[in-house]
């Protein structure tokens, strides 16, 4: 599911519909003039919410459109390096946001990616071959993206997201 970080960070589902999910992709679709920071602590709560598992459209630049929103790219990618949240190569030719020039960075960090075609009808599937150009240039090997694991590995790397989710881990990281 895509759910919509609201204002505050949090997600639009409460946590008793995210956690039915196997995949949650969190992403902002309103309130794009918010300042730097506050756009930030936004971003950052939601990368910490359990059930996230891949930020989506990280700047919410529209080429030729609009500019993306003023965030410290930094401080998210250190973010989703540390929860294990992988980062959307938006494939769809108005977007091509993550921005391939935090590429190398992010591959620094430790981040995983996702490709995705952001579609809204199925004959906008094949927009996955702009994710993987923009992959491609910013040099993103496939074993970093989830959407080209082999299918035992991914279903690994899912059901390491459930447990993070888990009552257990919630736990875990109101202690720490």
């Given at each position: 599911?895509?759910?919509?970080?609201?204002?505050?960070?949090?997600?639009?589902?409460?946590?008793?519909?995210?956690?039915?999910?196997?995949?949650?992709?969190?992403?902002?679709?309103?309130?794009?003039?918010?300042?730097?920071?506050?756009?930030?602590?936004?971003?950052?709560?939601?990368?910490?919410?359990?059930?996230t598992s891949i930020l989506g459209h990280v700047t919410g630049r529209q080429l030729l459109r609009r500019p993306g929103y003023e965030v410290d790219?930094?401080?998210?990618?250190?973010?989703?390096?540390?929860?294990?949240?992988?980062?959307?190569?938006?494939?769809?030719?108005?977007?091509?946001?993550?921005?391939?020039?935090?590429?190398?960075?992010?591959?620094?960090?430790?981040?995983?990616?996702?490709?995705?075609?952001?579609?809204?009808?199925?004959?906008?599937?094949?927009?996955?071959?702009?994710?993987?150009?923009?992959?491609?240039?910013?040099?993103?090997?496939?074993?970093?993206?989830?959407?080209?694991?082999?299918?035992?590995?991914?279903?690994?790397?899912?059901?390491?997201?459930?447990?993070?989710?888990?009552?257990?881990?919630?736990?875990?990281?109101?202690?720490?």
């Amino acid at each position: 599911i895509e759910s919509d970080i609201l204002a505050d960070g949090s997600l639009d589902y409460p946590n008793d519909v995210l956690k039915s999910f196997d995949l949650v992709i969190a992403s902002i679709h309103s309130r794009f003039r918010m300042s730097e920071r506050e756009q930030t602590e936004r971003i950052l709560k939601a990368i910490a919410n359990p059930h996230t598992s891949i930020l989506g459209h990280v700047t919410g630049r529209q080429l030729l459109r609009r500019p993306g929103y003023e965030v410290d790219m930094e401080a998210i990618l250190k973010a989703c390096a540390r929860e294990g949240v992988a980062i959307e190569i938006n494939a769809n030719p108005w977007r091509l946001d993550m921005d391939w020039r935090w590429c190398a960075r992010a591959l620094e960090l430790g981040c995983l990616f996702a490709i995705d075609p952001d579609a809204h009808a199925t004959d906008e599937i094949d927009n996955l071959r702009w994710g993987v150009l923009m992959a491609r240039k910013g040099a993103v090997p496939a074993d970093r993206v989830i959407n080209a694991l082999g299918a035992k590995d991914f279903g690994r790397w899912l059901a390491g997201r459930k447990q993070r989710s888990s009552p257990a881990a919630a736990k875990r990281r109101r202690a720490a």
